[in-house]
């Protein structure tokens, strides 16, 4: 049964995205260059200080 609804979801997306919008009043976070940074010095986002979280926020 919960296989099922799982699917029935999955199917009501034919790009297969799922997201929220973002808030407004939130930065835009360079996601790419994020994972691209992250992948390079082997770190998770979470481990990233403020400095260098900054670079990938654009808070325009």
């Known amino acids: 049964?919960?296989?099922?609804?799982?699917?029935?979801?999955?199917?009501?997306?034919?790009?297969?995205?799922f997201a929220f919008p973002?808030?407004?009043s939130e930065p835009k976070v360079?996601?790419?260059?994020?994972?691209?940074y992250c992948k390079h010095k082997g770190v998770l986002p979470t481990d990233?200080?403020?400095?260098?979280?900054s670079q990938f926020l654009d808070e325009e």
């Open 1 to 17: 049964m919960k296989r099922k609804k799982i699917e029935e979801f999955d199917d009501a997306f034919e790009d297969g995205v």
């Open 22 to 24: 973002p808030s407004p």
């Open 30 to 36: 360079k996601i790419k260059a994020l994972g691209e």
């Open 48 to 53: 990233l200080s403020k400095e260098e979280m």
